[in-house]
């Protein structure tokens, strides 16, 4: 008995690598392995004639002015509550992080992803019911059965019935023995993929963050450039009472005072214009917040002063670790690959262990009746794929071109993560230098304006060239709160690219 069953288990095995065998191949499709390596150092854009780029064997440049290079450690390191340090944008960032339903649909998200580990580890448990049964059956006559049920007596006297009842109560379980790891590769890719909607939960947070102060700062803005269109019309209303003075005394014409009106009137649509917008934004900013609008506390009188903040850039290899767009598209990677062994294993024979225990009679009151109603039983199912590889075979072969795919994601995730860095600082660079240009030019053309005003009095120069000059300085203080704004929201745009406004430090302890 025990050479028959050994013979049994070997053939079984034999089958088994038979059918292994038989697992597909995929010529056709090269492995691409994803291409980790980024270079030591960001480009120097200190150097007036030519940018200095770096390459894999140079060693880190060092930026000189205001972004730091990278002997000190990313500032992406830093939690964006004492990256920023007004306290109203602050306040604004945790409301967000609250209420923020784009940010709250996405962690319903991470949720799911949990529960499919749980239910992924429930697959290669033991499953284990109670079961209960009751029914009718007739077998015919003139069968092996029903001529064995007519002439036996289960009592004496009584032979069992034509109609026979059926009750069955027991315990029921099933175990799919995970030979090829299928179900366990199948737990670690929805691990995978869980930590994948981590990071994207992070990266919405980020990118949360970076939009909010961002925003906020074009808010500042936008008030910094009401007020000046509002002392601009201040200073033209006082010249236009002049010109009126002058027209009195027949030094200038009706002309002069009709475009001194005019200037008047084209500030004061611009600034219904400024306030529309500052509405606007200020709404965006609620949105954010997760709120209905409502006034936004800000202190914008000094935003022209605002000193931009010193950000460490650290070294590129660091976006591996800072930049959860990366990292998530690093875990979407390793599910993928996890996702084929999956679907290869679908190829190779499945063995599954069926038991049952209980009671079983047809009739209920010998039901409990031990043991002579007591079954059991317990059976060893190999089954293996025959007619319906061809589907299986798609499976696999879509899931070996997804992997390409996630290779493919991730090293365009992290070409265009060190293009954002180098775009930033490029443009830091450059509006730096716009700034100290127009400050130069803002200040230039005050003095024009105190100047063009004793010249006119003096009947030195013509109300055109007044009127020109004081047009000039109020575009000139305009553009320089704009790019005091770009400089500010460069600088959040750089900490965003380089990964920073997800660290929670609660969080990094559990």
């Known amino acids: 008995m025990v050479n028959y069953f050994f013979k049994k288990i070997v053939s079984y095995f034999v089958l088994l690598a ?51 290079g990278t002997t000190k450690e990313s500032s992406a ?41 749980m239910a992924r580890k429930g697959e290669y448990l ?25 002439t036996s007596e289960y009592e004496p006297g009584k032979v069992v019935p034509e109609k026979l009842p059926l009750y069955q109560l ?14 366990r590769n199948a737990t670690k890719a929805a691990f995978f993929k869980y930590l994948s909607s981590v990071d994207g939960r992070n990266f ?23 007020e000046i269109v509002n002392n601009n019309i201040e200073i033209l209303k006082e010249g236009l009472k002049l010109v009126r003075i002058q027209q009195q005394a027949a030094r200038v014409t009706s002309l002069a005072v009709k475009r001194f009106e005019a200037e008047v009137l084209k500030n004061q649509s611009r600034q219904y214009d400024l306030q529309q ?3 606007i934004t200020e709404n965006r900013l609620n949105v954010l917040v997760g709120r209905y609008p409502q006034p936004i506390a800000r202190h914008s009188t000094d935003f022209i002063d605002l000193v931009p903040y010193q950000i460490h850039t650290g070294v590129p290899a660091q976006l591996l670790d800072n930049r959860t767009d990366v990292k998530r598209a ?32 047809f009739n209920s009151k010998h039901l409990f009746a031990s043991p002579d ?102 575009e000139s203080q305009i553009e320089l709160v704009e790019v005091k704004k770009d400089q500010m929201i460069a600088l959040v745009n750089l900490y965003q690219a380089l990964g920073g406004g997800w660290y929670d430090p609660q969080e990094l302890k559990q």
């Not at 499953?127 to 059965?145: C, D, I, N, P, R």
């Not at 798609?394 to 795919?405: E, L, T």
């Not at 830091?428 to 063009?452: C, G, P, T, W």
């Open 18 to 68: 038979f059918v292994v065998s038989c697992a597909p191949t995929l010529p056709l499709m090269k492995k691409h392995d994803a291409n980790k390596a980024v270079p030591n150092a960001y480009p120097d854009f200190d150097k007036q004639d030519k940018i200095a780029w770096s390459s894999q064997e140079n060693v880190p440049l060092t930026n000189k002015t205001s972004i730091e």
């Open 77 to 117: 390191k830093k939690q964006w509550k004492d990256f920023f340090v007004d306290g109203q944008l602050r306040g604004l960032i945790d409301q967000a992080l609250d209420s923020n339903q784009e940010l709250n649909i996405f962690t319903q998200e991470v949720n799911i992803a949990e529960y499919e580990i």
């Open 126 to 150: 033991p499953k284990m019911g109670f079961s209960g049964k009751a029914g009718l059956e007739k077998v015919g006559k003139y069968t092996s059965q029903g001529v064995s049920d007519a």
């Open 170 to 183: 027991g315990l029921v379980a099933t175990w799919e023995v995970d030979i090829w790891k299928k179900l």
């Open 204 to 226: 919405i947070i980020t990118r949360l963050v970076a939009e909010i102060s961002s925003t906020y700062y074009e808010l500042m803005a936008l008030d910094k450039q009401l």
């Open 277 to 279: 917008r500052v509405i």
């Open 330 to 361: 690093e875990l979407a990677l390793k599910a993928a690959e996890l996702d084929v062994k999956v679907a290869k294993a679908r190829f190779y024979p499945s063995l599954s262990i069926d038991a049952g225990l209980g009671y079983q009679s």
């Open 373 to 474: 109603s007591v079954f059991y039983g317990v059976a060893a199912n190999l089954t293996a794929p025959l007619l319906n590889r061809m589907a299986i075979k798609a499976d696999y072969f879509s899931a070996n071109s997804k992997q390409i795919q996630a290779v493919y994601d991730y090293e365009k995730t992290l070409i265009t993560a060190y293009t954002d860095v180098v775009n930033q600082l490029a443009k830091i660079k450059n509006l730096e230098k716009i700034y100290e240009l127009k400050s130069r030019q803002v200040a230039a053309l005050k003095d024009s304006i105190d100047i063009s005003t004793i010249l006119f009095k003096a009947a030195r120069v013509d109300y055109v060239e007044a009127l020109l000059t004081r047009r000039d300085a109020l």
